[in-house]
Every structure is written in structure tokens, then in C-alpha cells.
T-cell receptor, first 115, second 111 residues
Framework: GQQLNQSPQSMFIQEGEDVSMNCTSS?????WLWYKQDPGEGPVLLIA?????ELTSNGRLTAQFGITRKDSFLNISASIPSDVGIYFC???????????????FGPGTRLSVLP | NAGVTQTPKFQVLKTGQSMTLQCAQD?????MSWYRQDPGMGLRLIHY???????DQGEVPNGYNVSRSTTEDFPLRLLSAAPSQTSVYFC??????????FGSGTQLSVL
């Protein structure tokens, strides 16, 4: 099946630093989603992007839908300890009735924040 | 709203046993799905449903059955558990694509 690549796989940063991570695909998507997963919990939606070039913010988080439609980026500004977790990207081609089978998830970026 | 509710939270099975993972949502979402999450891999789709009475296979359907008799419920059945089915299982729902909402997961171990 399709695969998404996320980089970096993991990162350790100091509290207060900014964070950047990205997600790339060999396929074109018309929707990009970013999720955060805390230990023992399900992924929680952070940001949804629907248009190439779109830049959307959610508090200290900003995500962008790449112009090529094959990538997306997530930035976190001024990191805090509760930002710790795994961040997943998902690409989707939401056309037709069978949209359900078209979500593809990346393997995740594990973020650790050092006090 | 409770959102997406999954039970049980943890389960240990012996090889060959069967069981059902429960999933319910109270958001009147048409779309529901089951994913499995394994270390170092993204979430992989097992089965999904676009409405009551309609189900279809995802990327990794073998060894699992689903049914959708109501809009709210979407149980996942393991017919004869195998060690390869040791994983964390997530149920998710969506109104009409786009924003998937996940349950808190079921951690399953098959010995």
C-alpha cells in the first residue's frame, strides 16, 4: 500500500524551542491531517488542511499543505512539556463515496521536551 | 458527548480464542473504521463502514470480521486469535471524511 515518510523519527528539544517536522508521500493527496498521540490514548486531531499552499494555525501549532500536494509540515513554537508525544500525519484522497479507505498514516515523529 | 468509546481497554487471549472489540460513537457519524497500530508503523486500516449495513475491507482485513447494524456501533471480531494479531486497536469515526475522531484504543495480547 501507500506509505508516508515522516522526519525526523524522533527529536529531543529544550523547553521553549521551536519544532519542525515534515511528512512526505509519493502520491498526491487532497487532504492532510496532523494528529498527536499521548501514551495509552488515541490520536487527537490537531490540524486539518484541504488546499495546496494552505497555512493553518491552532494555538502554537502551524501546519502547511505543500504546494506539490505530496508533503506537509508541522511547526510547534515555544515548546512546553505537555507537547511530548507522537505526532502523526495522514494523507487522504477524499473523493467519491469510498473515502474511508483512502487515509494513509505516517509512522510518527516522537517528540521529547527537556525541561 | 462521549465521542468514540472502545471496550475493553486491555485484553489477553490465547491462540485460537475468539473475541469482540466493541466500538460506539454518539456523534451520528456515517463513517466508522478500525485500525491497528504496531511499533514503528503507521495506523493500518482493517475494515471500515460508510453507513449502517455497509462494510468493506481495508489494508489488513484477514482474521477480522465486522458488522454495522446501527449507526452507533461497529464491533470488530477476531475469529481465531493469532500472535500476529497482538497490537493496539483503534476505532475511529467521521461525519463524511476529513476529520477522523479516534477512541482511546484496546491493547490486545495474543499468547
Amino acid at each position: 500500500g501507500q506509505q508516508l515518510n515522516q522526519s525526523p523519527q524522533s527529536m529531543f528539544i529544550q523547553e521553549g524551542e521551536d519544532v519542525s517536522m515534515n511528512c512526505t508521500s509519493s502520491s498526491i493527496f487532497n487532504t492532510w491531517l496532523w494528529y498527536k498521540q499521548d501514551p495509552g490514548e488515541g490520536p487527537v486531531l490537531l490540524i486539518a488542511l484541504y488546499k495546496a499552499g494552505e497555512l493553518t494555525s491552532n494555538g502554537r501549532l502551524t501546519a502547511q499543505f505543500g504546494i506539490t500536494r505530496k508533503d506537509s509540515f508541522l511547526n510547534i513554537s515555544a515548546s512546553i512539556p505537555s507537547d511530548v508525544g507522537i505526532y502523526f500525519c495522514a494523507g487522504a484522497d477524499l473523493t467519491g463515496r469510498n473515502y474511508g479507505q483512502n487515509f494513509v498514516f505516517g509512522p510518527g515523529t516522537r517528540l521529547s521536551v527537556l525541561p | 458527548n462521549a465521542g468514540v468509546t472502545q471496550t475493553p481497554k486491555f485484553q489477553v487471549l490465547k491462540t485460537g480464542q475468539s473475541m469482540t472489540l466493541q466500538c460506539a460513537q454518539d456523534m451520528n457519524h456515517e463513517y466508522m473504521s478500525w485500525y491497528r497500530q504496531d511499533p514503528g508503523m503507521g495506523l493500518r486500516l482493517i475494515h471500515y463502514s460508510v453507513g449502517a449495513g455497509i462494510t468493506d475491507q481495508g489494508e489488513v482485513p484477514n482474521g477480522y470480521n465486522v458488522s454495522r447494524s446501527t449507526t452507533e456501533d461497529f464491533p470488530l471480531r477476531l475469529l481465531s486469535a493469532a500472535p500476529s494479531q497482538t497490537s493496539v486497536y483503534f476505532c475511529a469515526s467521521s461525519y463524511r471524511g476529513g476529520k477522523l475522531f479516534f477512541g482511546s484504543g484496546t491493547q490486545l495480547s495474543v499468547l
